[in-house]
């Protein structure tokens, strides 16, 4: 858009793409970052009765921007305490001369002579990825550039200290959560709305577990009031994508939530009650649109070892039956005989691996629920971040553009792909 994002504009821009496309009448979600803007679009689309699916899944906030947020919070805290780490290695590689000579200095230590890049203020896990990268070479990035501060007379307190180390040692380890976290529900080849809520959890963990630190007590309380402001209630969209897991369902996702409140004192239970009751809603709109089809069904998929991330999972399959939330669903609804013999299957954290492949499971079984197979599909392919999105735009336009006004449509395409 080369003119001003109002959410008029947006709209309009959308829009037209999906006329031009005719595919307006198929439109099950989109997902757009935390503008106001972009949230104020989302009511125009309401109004053109766009949204499809009862509109329960059409608007997605980004769930790697939130990320970004709350972790941006967090850093404001603590950016004093790697400035020196961060000067360091600005210094070290703004001259080739200098280079050289550090990395000789690498050599003489035993290590590869390699060029650090420095963070950027804008992208937080550029600040995790400098730090990670340059722990291995703590002592030799000291001794080098210590020894040069020391020949130009500058005050020994801008020196590095093995405590400046130790500060970012403390800070890599509890960003890798939250860098993970990034990484994984901006993924495009597998389903990432099943994902959401397991990444919430792992992040709820940690921000609990350094809340007392006395290096990061302060960046934990800015994050974990950033985090309530976007996740104190829990998107449908996430909810149902560990429902759908026949290795969750509703139970497993009563057990995850609770864990998550208990973390951040967050009182999830009354949204666990209007997520069930949501649930069967949806359901009722895919049974009247798919209710008389019927599958073939197919081979079963070969079970694979089990992954250490369950763990929280299979220690509430030891500590408490599901048989109440699942009686407690049958209440929750008159009708749903499908969705109701698939949650009350006995809860199984048995199956849990990393190469899981929940859509295939879908594909396989399908003729055991032919009508949750279509919601488990229309929720498992909608996308949770934009990152995947915006990483494309900002490849083109890097390949396309003015000095490259000789290049064919097939070399275009050749130069995208290979970047993927």
Known sequence: MDFAHTADNIFAVILSVLETYDITHRIL???????????????????????????????????CHIINLVVQSGLKKVSNRIERIRDAISWIGSSNPRFQEFGRHCTLNGLRPRRFQTDMPVRWNSTYLMLKNCLEYDTTISGFYNMKLAESGCPPAQSLTPDDWYVAKIFVEFLQVFYNATVTLSGVYYPTSSQAIHQIVEMSDMLNTYREDDLLGDAVVAMETKFKKYLSEMPFLYALGVIVDPRIKLAGLEYLLEFTGNKLSIDYSEQITNIRNKLFEVFSIYERRFGGIHTEPSPEPDRQPLPTSWSILKRRKKDKSASSS???????????????????????????????????????????????????????????????SEQAFSTSGRIIEPRKNCLTPEMVEVLICIRD
């Open 29 to 63: 979600s989109i997902t757009l970052d935390n503008a106001s803007a972009n949230t104020k679009s989302i009511a125009l689309f309401t109004e053109r009765n766009i949204p499809q699916a009862g509109g329960y899944f059409f608007h997605q906030r980004c769930a």
């Open 326 to 388: 699942s009686s407690t669903t049958r209440s929750a609804a008159s009708s749903g005989a499908e969705l109701n013999r698939f949650l009350e299957a006995q809860f199984d954290a048995d199956e849990n691996t990393e190469n899981f492949d929940l859509l295939l499971w879908w594909k396989t079984y399908s003729y055991r629920y032919p009508v949750l197979s279509h919601l488990a599909r229309d929720i498992l392919v909608i996308l949770v971040s934009t990152v995947s």
